[in-house]
């Protein structure tokens, strides 16, 4: 087979028919391609080399992942609900509620992630959704996590995903009424003050819960929605903190609530890039919401350009007495926390650093000093990174500082875990670094690893969204 053929067959191999019609493969789309586009020029914005080993292929995830994670343009409700709503006898006009059969039918805890359309970053969703049924039909319960993610898997805020779900059911379904409770958690950026490296007061998620309700749901005082709510106090759902359907929303996104200002100094062609990027995965630019959203997303990467923090380590002295070596002991600093950028998908991840190392017993009860340590962990962390490369570069670097002799654990949630086809919420990745002693000693990986449990027994559990 000559080369054309050989290309021509290539060419049919990644061309799909769909409906009788050729549909180009998902990478030769003109949608994938623009991303991609974009992507390598934000890279550049970013002074990285997109060719380097381990980038050069991010702007094709980032692509994948935009494009699945707002799948919900494409899809329609009603194909997932006309064929889902089954007959049920009972269920007539007016009959379900006040004493007659088939009331209240309440399902929670849908897990969805939808993507913040002021900043473009993932936020988690937790879905409850109650309903009425009538009309002698009810729907297949798995339908209820799909209406949610057609419109989840849109740029979006709470409140509108909330009026979205129920007014979708309620045209759909045609039940007596539907109500609908969100618990969204949205990652807190942090302080990306370089002369203040403390993070220790970082809050973790901004949390906001709201509602919205149809038909018999549309009082939101009546006695039907305080049995719903008391089926997700059940289940620990704060909902005194509950934004009521039609009431004020709090601004909760913290791209917006940190500054109202952006930088004059933006790319032009950074921004249109991500201008591209709106149209790419199917919305207006030019909605209301969106307008300032280029500049806020380009204001939380270009952070992670900065590259240049002085760590000031050259006035460390190494852990001697007196000129003599002394007996070493162990020295723990831990829950350091970082914040990073993931460079395969460009997303966020966030955790804490742990710290172990050995020093000679009589020097200072802290030789390298929290501030440095903090230092070391914010350098490596505010740029695109891999959690794993993170972990050895700061054990590399605190090596020589202590005569070889260092462990560093990492802890990490990934956006990007919840933000992809895995979707797996709540999930967390550890990752260990360990130099002079504790390679060849496992009992001094034991002692450290087992300081870091007891300290986070002793904590209070601040993970949790709500």
Known sequence: MGALDEGH????LDIGMKNGCIELAFEHQPETLAIQDAVKLLLQGLHEDVNREGIKKTPFRVAKALREGTRGYKQKVKDYVQTALFPEAGLDEGVGQAGGVGGLVVVRDLDHYSYCESCLVPFHVKCHIGYVPSGQRVLGLSKFSRVTDVFAKRLQDPQRLADDICSALQHWVKPAGVAVVLECSHIHFPSLDLDSLDLSTHRGFVKLLV??????????????WGEFLSFLMFKGVKTQALCRNGGPVKEWCPSVKSSSKFSPEEDPEMVSAVISILKSVGEDPLRKELIATPSRFL??????????????LNNFNSAKVNGEVKEKRLHCELNIPFWSMCEHHLLPFYGVVHIGYFCAEGSNPNPIGSSLMKSIVHFYGFKLQVQERMTRQIAETLAPLVDGDVIVVAEAGHTCMISRGIEKF???????AVLGRFSNENSARVVFLDKIHTANALKTDSCSPF
């Open 9 to 12: 067959l290539k060419l049919e």
């Open 211 to 224: 509602s919205s309700g149809s038909g018999v749901f549309e009082d939101e005082s009546s006695d039907l």
């Open 299 to 312: 204001k939380w990467m270009m952070n992670f350009q900065r590259a240049n923090l002085d760590m000031k």
């Open 426 to 432: 709540g999930s967390s990745t550890a990752t260990i």
